[in-house]
């Protein structure tokens, strides 16, 4: 692998003008692709196999007037004033007149008909059903039903509009302020690293050429393959987020490599080599945790995991290929650094004076945890843990299309205020059958049945299709949309149907959205066991190959956990029981989006094993050229730290810029996968694995001999590519100064590297092959 890196690394340097210009032609592809195939985004959530879409697909057929989008006109009287009056009666029936003769609209029921005013008189909602699904339904013909509402505004009523048909679903907004904000943060953090402006430019460009040519390819799509909003704005921040990272990491091997005097050429190939290798383990865990979203069988998550996975391949042919290229454009000026550093002013200065260099930030640290390693990782479980406890009151759901605020939301407020949080809630039971009589003789006891159950507040009398081989019962429960009440109503009308299906011959089923949205949180949540052992199983596999290591793959996994329970924990607190609700600009606590912790998993633990590889690879870099064990999680820990945790708060800043989203979906995941990633990254990687790591001392690194020699050895540490090198005569010192020490360079007793890149080669320790790992 390392050797295959160096000479991609080493051509994409030579060949940097056609690298450059092949990357831009594919982004210019990409967008014209976009621009020419790329259809609005769906946000109705299907399930095929489930009883709820099989009862919607058989409705469309048998019952098309019923299995159209549905909306209520509300109206609300002035205060102390009723609907009754003559006048505002007469304004509702010439409202309720106008938009049934609206084209697309096939019936209409007003208040006066159907009953439906509150039993205090102040509101009342016209029943409206179209021909079309909610999602087909054109922009012209809701705002002609809202025109029609005229009357009722002239005679002072309130109106609003709710219902599938009327919750409206914003386009996503791929770059808003806060995402420039994340951006902005991301170069500070880069400046901060690097010390130069050019240096920080360069992950910035390659991550956005990526992120692009990723996320308008998955746009394009959205033509031929059914794409709700959230697929692309998930797509994008993981691939902005990863795409830095993963130039983030080769780069700072690059210009380290060029300080110390390496050829430039030479470094870019060599970096690509080792750090390159290192990026495309940690972007293959990525990969399979996502695309194993597919396992999960719900089509609008498997083209979301499908859709974040190829935008992360796209950063790593990235990273790998126009990073390099990019190298070439700069030359030797990635090692210049006209922003200077505190820290290296402080070691040169000890250094001139024949003092010994204080250890840095990352050198204190790492030494800090490996004098009392059982006490970080008692405190370190323990407090992860209590952060962990909100996880236990996990509720699952799936949100309102209406965005707070909107006339949706408000129509909704006043059915709950008039009816009770049901009419929110209807359930609709279709009872088919071939003989119409049967079918007749089933509704009406299973009417009678149905309106005796718990939480039922009303059964609307059964309603036969033009055969009568169908008859639509609508069930109003007592408990809103998002309550576990109305799940129990859906699971005791299920079971009441079977006894009446095996009597009568006859088919029951219960859909509607609200029994949808339950059918979808049950399956999510049967998935995840499931999709947690194939994710964790392929992903120990392959750390077992990087890092030739049982313990290694096991600890990374359970500081996983760690991280998963922490972060569910924390987006319970704050999204279900309203914790911090104006810090993060919550707008509503309810249910936790169903399809979160499953995706919070893949992603998350895919991002866990980034930081995992950075970070121990370098340990085991040193470890196979000679260090010993706990030295090697020392000097390791302080080359891997600055990096890895730059990193980290380069994700937060992006995945954190969309906390703030006009969607309620994206905020939840943005938040959980911030909070994911500074609990992981910081906590986890940083501190509980090389307490970990100095506890189990040589034998984090034993395998068995018959996995030894079973598994093939994947060279992430560059030994094989060093050995070459050597034998080529570009072993260490190759270059324009010779490099003196290996990679980062590290003072006595390796207090130096990567908090003091430029104080570290004049005292550093040379390690055969350093350069080339």
Known sequence: MATYLYR????????????????????????????????????????PGTEAQETLDTLGERFPEASGGRGQVVFHAPDGQQLTTPEAREAIEQTTAAVGAVDGVIAVVDPFTGQSISPQGDIAFTQVNFALPAADLAESTLERVEEAAEPARAAGLTVEYGGDAFAPI???????????????????????????????????????????????????????????????????????AVGID????????????????????????????????????AGSTVVIALAALAVVDIPFLTVMGVGA??????????????????????????????????????????????RKVPAGPAAAWVRGIARMPIVVILVGVVGLGAVALPATDLHLGLPSNADPGSSADRASELLDDGFGPGFNAPLLVAIGGEDPATVQTAAEGFFGT??????????????????????????????????????????????????????????????????????????????????????VGLALL?????????????????????????????VVAVYQWGWLNDLFAVDETGPIISFLPILLVGVLFGLAMDYEVFLVSRMREDFVHGADPREAVATGYQHGAKVVGAAALIMIAVFGSFIYSHEHM??????????????????????????????????????????????????????????????DGRGPGHGDGGEGHGGGGFGPGGDSGPDDPDAGGAHGRETVGSAAR
């Open 8 to 47: 991609l690394g080493r051509l994409a340097y030579r060949r940097r003008w056609a690298v450059l210009i092949a990357w831009l032609l594919a982004l210019a592809v990409a967008v014209g692709a976009s621009v020419a195939f790329s259809a609005e985004p769906e946000d109705s959530f299907s399930l």
């Open 170 to 240: 914003a386009p996503p907004q791929i770059a808003g302020p806060g995402e420039i904000i994340g951006v902005a943060v991301a170069v500070v953090v880069l400046i901060l690293v690097f010390r130069s402006v050019l240096a920080a430019v360069l992950p910035l460009f390659t991550a956005l050429v990526g992120v692009g040519i990723g996320v308008m390819t998955l746009q394009s799509f959205s033509g031929v393959v059914t794409m709700d909003s959230t697929a692309p704005i998930l797509a994008l921040m993981l691939g902005l």
């Open 246 to 281: 993963y130039a983030l990491f080769i780069v700072s091997r690059h210009q380290q490599q060029v300080r110390d005097g390496m050829d430039p050429e030479e470094s870019a190939a060599r970096a690509n080599g080792t750090a390159g290798g290192a990026v495309v383990f």
């Open 309 to 354: 996975a190829g935008t992360v391949v796209v950063a790593v042919l990235i990273a790998i290929t126009l990073l390099p290229a990019m190298f070439g454009f700069v030359g030797g000026r990635i090692a210049n650094t006209p922003i200077p550093s505190p820290w290296a002013r402080r070691a040169a200065r000890a250094q001139a004076e024949g």
């Open 450 to 535: 149905v309106s005796e159950l718990p939480n039922v507040v009303m059964v609307a009398p059964p309603q036969p299709n033009a055969s009568g081989d169908t008859v639509l019962l609508t069930v109003i429960p007592g408990s809103g949309p998002a309550d576990a009440e109305t799940e129990d109503v859906v699971e005791a009308i299920r079971d009441t149907a079977g006894s009446i299906e095996a009597e009568t011959g006859t088919e029951i089923g219960v859909t509607g959205t609200t029994a949808m949205n339950i059918d979808i949180s049950t399956q999510l949540a049967e998935a995840l066991p499931i999709y947690c052992l194939v994710v």
């Open 542 to 570: 392959l750390l077992m190959l990087v890092f030739r290591s049982i313990a290694v793959p096991i600890k990374a996994a359970a500081g996983f956990l760690l991280s998963i329970a922490a972060s569910i924990g924390a």
């Open 666 to 727: 994206i905020k939840a995941i943005a938040f959980s996968l911030a909070f994911g990633v500074l609990v992981d990254a910081l906590l986890v990687r940083m501190t509980l694995v090389p307490a970990l790591m100095t506890l189990m001392g040589r034998g984090a690194w034993w395998l068995p001999g018959f996995l030894q020699r079973a598994l093939p050895n994947v060279d992430i540490e560059g030994e094989r590519l060093a050995h070459l090198l050597d034998a």
